[in-house]
C-alpha cells in the first residue's frame, strides 16, 4: 500500500528499515572474509611493490563505487586508477601496465562489459581479482583472488536497485584500503603529503611553531619577579598568561589571569609576592615539532586556555592561547 505524503512515522520506520539491511550486507560481508581476502591483499601488495597500480573498473552503479575505492586507495598510499571497461575496449587498455593488478566489481558477477575485458588483462598477465556477490559467477572463476560481498537481498522491494551491495562493496573496498595502509607502513606524514590543501592537510601540515606566540607577544619572567611584575608583563605582551622560568629558559611554571583571581581573593594577597610562591608549577606544556592536532587536543583534555611551548630541552621558546585556535585551522 502507497504510503501517504505525510504519513510520517511510515517514512521513518521505512528509513530505519532500509538502514538495517544495510547493515545486515555488511555484518554479512564482514563474516565471509578469509582467505580470498588474504590473497587479494597480497596480489595488491605484490603488485605495488613493484611500482605498479591498483586498477579499479566496474560497470553501472559500480563505476563510481570503483572511483570511490580508487580514490581512498590513491589517499592513502596505495596507487590506484579506475579503468571504464567500455572505454578499455576502444582505446583505454593503453593504461595498463604489466606489474598492476586489477579489481573488477560486479555484483552478479556477470556484467558482459566486465566480462568483455577480462580475456585482454589475462593476455597482459595482469591478475584479476573479483569483488562480486556470486562466488560461483563467471567472474568470480576467472578471478585469481576472489572479495566476496555477501549481500541477502538489496533495499528495494524489487530487489534490484543497487544499494545495500553497494554499500558493502564500498566497505569492503576500505577494508582493502586500510589493510594496505597498515602493511605498507603509510604514516600520518605520509598522508600529510598527499593531502596539502584543506583543512585535512592544515591540520596535518601544521605544527606548533607555526601558530605560537613568541618575541615580544611572550611574558616571561624570572621565579623571583613580582606579581605586579607579570601583570605588566602580560599587558605589554597583551596575554593571557606569563610563564617563569629559569636564566637558561627551562620552563617552570606559569601565572594566567585565573591564577590572578585566585590569589588576590586570599587574605593578605600582595602585588609584591614573588611569582615562585603563586605560579603553577610544573604546566602543560607542547614541544615546538608537534602538530597542530596535538595541540587542539592538549586543549581539550586538560580544559586549559594557555600552552607554554618548550624545545627538546624543556626552555620556553613561545605560547599558544586558545584565542589562537582559529589559526590552527582544525575545529
Keep these: 500500500m502507497k504510503a501517504k505524503r505525510d504519513d510520517f512515522l511510515s517514512w521513518r520506520e521505512r528509513a ?3 538502514i538495517a539491511v544495510e547493515s545486515e550486507a555488511l555484518a554479512s ?8 581476502f588474504d590473497k587479494a591483499v597480497q596480489l595488491a601488495d605484490a603488485a605495488l611493490s613493484a611500482g605498479g597500480r591498483i586498477v579499479m573498473t566496474g560497470i553501472g552503479k559500480n563505476l563510481p563505487v570503483a572511483e570511490k575505492i580508487s580514490a581512498t586507495l590513491s589517499s592513502t598510499g596505495s596507487t590506484s586508477i579506475v ?13 595498463l601496465a604489466p606489474n598492476d593488478v586489477v579489481i573488477a566489481l ?58 545495500a551491495s553497494t554499500t558493502a562493496t564500498m566497505a569492503l573496498g576500505d577494508a582493502l584500503a586500510m589493510v594496505l595502509l597498515d602493511i605498507r607502513g603509510f604514516a600520518r606524514d605520509d598522508y ?25 607577544r611572550l611574558a616571561v619572567l624570572p621565579p623571583a619577579a613580582s606579581v605586579k611584575d607579570a601583570l605588566l608583563a602580560m599587558t605589554r605582551a597583551r596575554a593571557g598568561a606569563a610563564y617563569i622560568a629559569e636564566a637558561d629558559g627551562r620552563l617552570l611554571g606559569i601565572f594566567t589571569d585565573g591564577d590572578l583571581r585566585r590569589y588576590i581573593s586570599r587574605e593578605g594577597a600582595s602585588l609584591d609576592s ?13 614541544r615546538d615539532d608537534r602538530m597542530a592536532t596535538d595541540v587542539l587536543r592538549l586543549f581539550r583534555e586538560r580544559q586549559i586556555d594557555d ?11 613561545g605560547a599558544i592561547d586558545i584565542s589562537d585556535l582559529p589559526k590552527l585551522k582544525v575545529m
Design 16 to 18: 530505519r528499515e532500509v
Design 29 to 36: 560481508t564482514r563474516d565471509t572474509i578469509g582467505d580470498g
Design 106 to 163: 560486479s555484483f552478479s558477477g556477470e556484467s558482459g562489459e566486465v566480462l568483455r575485458l577480462v580475456p585482454f588483462v589475462k593476455a597482459r598477465k595482469i591478475p584479476i581479482i573479483a569483488m562480486t556477490g556470486n562466488a560461483r559467477s563467471a567472474l568470480a572463476r576467472e578471478g585469481d583472488a576472489l572479495l566476496l560481498v555477501a549481500v541477502a537481498a538489496e533495499c528495494d522491494p524489487f530487489n534490484m536497485a543497487p544499494t
Design 192 to 216: 600529510a603529503r598527499l593531502h596539502p590543501a584543506g583543512a585535512i592537510g592544515q591540520a596535518l601540515l601544521t605544527r606548533a611553531t607555526d601558530v605560537m606566540r613568541s618575541g615580544d
Design 274 to 286: 614573588p611569582l615562585s610562591e603563586t605560579m603553577t608549577k610544573n604546566p602543560a606544556r607542547i
Design 83 to 95: 579503468l571504464n571497461p567500455v572505454q578499455a575496449l576502444h582505446g583505454d587498455l593503453g593504461m
Design 307 to 317: 600552552i607554554p611551548v618548550v624545545d627538546a630541552d624543556g626552555r620556553i621558546v
